[in-house]
């Protein structure tokens, strides 16, 4: 389809079409022509630079996906090993003091709170290691709903815009992805909560 253009005659300006006469029958000029060409080169280019700033966008995206994933995957880790290295060593402070002479006192309940809490924060971190995989599950599928919908508008020449399975999925995958974040919160609250009391319980009176 020929592009629309102004093309003015006089006091009034009208839209002709590129490569036609304008309206009173007479051939465009040079002049009108070379800004018809300098119009198309100008189009061409700004299609050509958005194509790449939006090439440039999805892969600045993705980047960021990747380290998102691997920040998260790495955080986890870490506090896995956080409320499981202070189990342990809670553990062995323990067995080691009740070896010795008398003349250490603990604070039983702080003790086995901080216990409980630790507990709480491996928990919670493998917790949030399966709503983590429950929302990448449910972001799957909704990106499959999605090319079936695609197979769908290609087989019947007709666009489906039927997305509630994609936005049923998406919401899923949101709400996995939140309870995820506020396992990994309680774990991080429950190490350090911990941490207070297994000091508080292991001091010499």
């Known amino acids: 389809m020929p592009l629309l253009i102004p093309f003015v005659t006089g006091p009034e300006q009208k839209i002709v079409r590129i490569g036609l006469y304008p309206p009173n029958g007479a051939p465009a000029s040079n002049l009108t022509c070379r800004k018809v060409r300098d119009m198309q080169l100008s189009m061409a ?6 194509l790449e700033d939006l090439g440039a966008s999805r892969a600045d995206a993705a980047e960021r996906v990747r380290q998102q994933h691997s920040l998260s995957e790495k955080g986890l880790g870490a506090l896995m090993v956080a409320n499981g290295g202070a189990l342990i060593g809670l553990f062995t402070f323990v067995g080691n003091a009740t070896g010795k002479a008398g003349s ?6 702080m003790i086995w709170a901080a216990f409980w809490l630790f507990c709480v924060g491996i ?3 493998l917790a949030s290691y399966l709503m983590a995989f429950l929302s990448q599950d449910r972001f799957y599928f909704q990106s499959m709903h999605e090319v079936e919908r695609l197979r769908r508008t290609l087989a019947a020449d007709i666009v489906d815009r039927d997305t509630a399975k994609e936005e049923l999925a998406n919401q899923q995958g949101m709400n996995f992805y939140k309870c995820a974040i ?4 309680i ?10 009391l297994a000091l508080g319980g292991v001091l010499p009176a």
């Open 45 to 50: 280019t700004l299609e050509t630079r958005t």
């Open 104 to 109: 250490l006192h603990f604070n039983l309940p």
């Open 123 to 125: 928990g919670m971190t």
């Open 182 to 185: 506020i396992c990994a919160g």
């Open 187 to 196: 774990a991080i609250v429950s190490f350090m909560i911990g941490c207070g």
